[in-house]
């Protein structure tokens, strides 16, 4: 699940492909916005976006130690870190668009 931080000048969409094609190799096509999940204690909005691959090869980056595409249900598997796989099923919901989750 790639991440990171908005540039000055840079829309959060562009920082989104960006930040996918610096961790994995792979340009991708934002397909839709899906919500935010914000760590208020820590001052973190963490903005979500679906894409499509559309270009690039998979490699990994001093931020990636794998990447690769999984099924779906095997990937959901693999997602153990904090609220990630919660992320990733709102985000896979699509009634539940936009969201916002505060925690």
Request: aromatic share 10%; proline share 5%; with cysteine.
């Amino acid at each position: 699940m790639p991440g990171g931080q908005v540039e000055e000048g840079e829309s959060l969409k562009d920082a989104a492909v960006r930040e996918t094609k610096e961790e994995t190799g792979i340009d991708v096509e934002v397909l839709s916005f899906c919500g935010i999940f914000q760590n208020v204690q820590r001052s973190i909005c963490n903005t979500l976006f679906l894409a499509k691959p559309i270009g690039g090869e998979l490699t990994t980056s001093p931020e990636s130690l794998e990447v690769g595409f999984y099924p779906l249900e095997q990937a959901l598997e693999m997602v153990t870190y904090k609220n990630f796989r919660q992320r990733i099923e709102y985000c896979l919901d699509k009634h539940t668009h936009p969201f916002y989750i505060e925690f």
